[in-house]
């Protein structure tokens, strides 16, 4: 019985500390932040809004969203007697957006089981239904340890990887010597080197907000002779359901390229590369940029 009070009060004090009011922060993008729904598992309907707190906290202190207070948002659910399962309705979407000039979502699930924790969320943009970001997270729970500690630091590792860019490519040579985070992450020394035979692809940057950009820039260590140096490329942003091109370049003879471009606004940015300035190796940045 002592054992079992002791518990509590931890988990009060905890729950006490963590659902501290949170006032809204940055000048982004009106984003709500939902209860996080448990997924089978050993059903800790506790970990429900800890876990959404959390996460919270970590993207008002790393991100710029203007982040509506859970408990604000939720009551405004109530009052619309909407439940999570209605969100995914676009009409139910819409009208949210209309009452709080909600921008995005931010959706959530958990699953506690006998041997691991899993946490997964995402950002939906809640006038197209489009995913923004998305983030899962695997922990296993070690016998004898703290699940609150599990719950809590897995929950802030969660939402700093939602606040933190994605990186894709059409493909990479080597997944770890020539990975393409290698051409984000200033340092010239590195690069990433698309798959041998490979004189056409794209490298993208997602961002977890919407950034506007009216300028790129790339470095490319080619060996020489203008071998795997972007030759005739596009500078394109995603929005609205498809790629646009922010700048078309033809015929480009040096291995440092920079130029500027009306400013446009997108979470997802992207060189696509449609040939190279002389053949004989696959398509080679070190720095991509965006301004």
């Known amino acids: 019985m002592k054992a079992l009070f002791a518990n509590t009060a931890v988990l009060f004090l905890f729950l006490s500390w963590i659902m501290w009011p949170i006032s809204a922060q940055g000048e982004g993008k009106r984003l709500g932040v939902l209860k996080f729904e448990e997924q089978g598992g050993r059903k800790h309907p506790v970990y429900s809004e800890i876990i959404a707190d959390v996460v919270q906290n970590q993207i008002i202190k790393n991100s710029s969203y203007t982040v509506i207070e859970r408990i604000e948002f939720e009551k405004i659910l109530d009052e619309q007697r909407l439940q999570l399962k209605d969100i995914f309705d676009a009409e139910n979407r819409v009208r949210l957006g209309l ?3 909600v921008e995005y979502l931010l959706i959530g699930r958990y699953h506690i089981g006998r041997e691991k924790l899993r946490l997964s969320a995402r ?3 809640i006038e197209t239904g489009v995913n923004i970001t998305s983030r899962n997270l695997s922990k296993v729970i070690t016998r004898g340890s703290s699940l609150e ?7 802030r590792e969660l939402a700093q990887s939602l606040c933190a860019p994605q990186y894709r490519a059409s493909s990479e040579y080597h997944p770890d010597k020539y990975k393409v985070q290698n051409a984000f992450d200033n340092d010239y020394s590195t690069f990433w080197w698309a798959a041998p035979g490979t004189w056409q692809g794209w490298i993208e940057v997602i961002f977890a907000e919407e950034r506007t950009f009216s300028k790129a820039k790339f470095i490319s260590n080619g060996s020489g002779m203008g071998k795997g140096v972007p030759k005739s490329f596009l500078i394109e942003y995603f929005v609205n359901g498809k790629w646009e091109t922010a700048k078309k370049v033809r015929g480009n003879s040096m291995p440092h390229w920079s130029d500027h471009f ?15 300035i002389a053949p004989g190796e696959p398509i080679q940045i070190s720095e991509l940029m965006f301004e």
């Open 262 to 276: 009306d400013p446009s606004t997108s979470c997802r940015w992207r060189i696509n590369i449609d040939s190279l």
């Open 123 to 125: 950002i939906v943009d």
């Open 149 to 155: 500690d599990l719950v809590f630091s897995s929950s």
């Open 99 to 101: 009452i709080k000039g």
